[in-house]
């Protein structure tokens, strides 16, 4: 009896998920497939998306594929990790003498001498993956399948950071599961509907250009794109406050800013870097420390800064709602040299700041002398 089991978080299910199973379907031909969503991967954290809601997307995506699809909540019962050994263990029980063919993407097939007890999986399980264009194949030691043609470079942690960055629903996700990820408010929604609600339009446009910025430039600088567009996203949460509130604030929730008295006297608007951050960790539920303190740092800096720090300082001066000329400079020098868009940007806020007559905060001139210092 041929059993295909499709495991993963699927949070969210996507496109490429679907293409895969499809073609699996067809090229195995399977008496029976178990599709099989993680509760707690062993390779990730756990998704703070419910698994009912999980599945209820994994049920709406593969309806209609087959009579002899089975939508297995068996890790939910495991109520823990569970590794891809125990599932294979768990079919084989469930089945007499079943041929089990394990469904994976290709970022996984390389990877797979690494799982808990390989050599079980192995022994029991025949390998079955689709590529995607460019893959480097390497010589396999075990019994697998190619799927025939190319399968779309997706990922769900990708369409999370869209929906983070942009508050909508990509196509790149089934649109059966559009309704219940927006009913929901998943991957970031309920942050978008706090934003609009809390900043001006124009703020919250600025936003979403940062956030979309910062993602791109994480790619080219190897820093995760969630990480980089949940700091986008969130970096002017604070806007909304007046100066007054933004002290009021401070002052209540005891955040410790650094020259607090003379921002309060001389430019409190400064502020709300260290309040944004503050509603990023306590209103949203940010733990990400590097987030948090690229949201801080994003208006003056640091002496510290690691590379999402900088990221965020770069994209919040330059995003594509910027409109003045250095704006262009910054953002070409960004896709070319983080550290050179960084100068760049430290001086464009410096001679601003000067040209407009207002106070220089300390934190900014100690910026630009470190900055300078690295440069020679």
């Given amino acids: 009896m041929k059993v295909l089991v499709f495991g993963g978080s699927f949070d969210p299910v996507h496109k490429g998920h679907v293409s895969l199973f499809r073609r699996a379907m067809k090229v195995i031909a399977p ?9 707690h991967s062993p390779f990730k954290a ?26 297995d909540d068996y890790e939910l019962k495991q109520g823990g990790k569970t590794y891809t050994y125990q599932l294979v263990q768990y079919l084989k029980k469930l089945y007499k003498d079943p041929e089990i063919y394990l469904l994976v993407g290709t970022d996984c097939l390389n990877d797979l001498h690494n ?32 799927l025939p043609g190319f399968f779309p470079k997706l990922s769900s942690s990708r369409v999370r950071a869209h929906i983070l960055a942009c508050g909508d629903v990509p196509d790149t996700v089934p649109a059966s599961i559009a309704p219940t990820i927006r009913q929901n408010k998943l991957y970031g ?35 995760n794109v969630e990480s980089a567009v949940r700091a986008g996203i969130l970096h002017d949460a604070g806007k909304g406050f007046s100066g007054p509130e933004l002290v009021a604030f401070c002052k209540k929730h005891k955040i410790k800013v650094p020259f607090f008295e003379d921002i309060c006297k001389q430019e409190p608007a400064l502020l709300h870097s260290f309040v944004s951050c ?52 910054i ?8 550290d050179k868009a960084l100068l760049y940007a430290a001086n464009r806020k410096l001679l601003f700041t000067i040209d407009s007559q207002k106070w220089l905060c300390p934190l900014g001139i100690d910026l630009w002398n470190h900055l300078i210092k690295q440069e020679k």
């Fill in 31 to 39: 008496d029976a497939a178990h599709i099989v969503p993680a509760y």
């Fill in 46 to 71: 756990k998704s703070p998306t419910p698994f009912r809601l999980r599945m209820k997307m994994l049920k709406q995506a593969f309806k209609g594929i087959g009579k002899n699809v089975v939508f």
């Fill in 115 to 146: 799982w808990k007890n390989p050599d079980f999986i192995f022994n029991n399980a025949v390998v079955v993956a689709g590529k995607r264009k460019g893959y480097d194949e390497k010589p396999a030691k075990f019994r697998h399948v190619f």
């Fill in 189 to 223: 929604l309920e942050v978008h509907d706090w934003l609009k609600a809390h900043l001006k339009t124009n703020r919250y446009l600025h936003s979403k250009n940062v956030a979309e910025m910062a993602a791109a430039l994480s790619d080219i600088y190897d820093v």
């Fill in 278 to 329: 503050w509603l990023a960790k306590n209103r949203f539920g940010v733990k990400d420390k590097d987030v948090l303190s690229a949201i801080a740092e994003h208006t003056l800096g640091s002496l510290q800064m690691s590379t999402l720090s900088k990221i965020l300082f770069v994209a919040d001066i330059s995003s594509k709602d910027r409109k003045y000329k250095d704006a262009f400079v």
């Fill in 331 to 338: 953002r070409n020098l960004a896709l070319q040299d983080l």
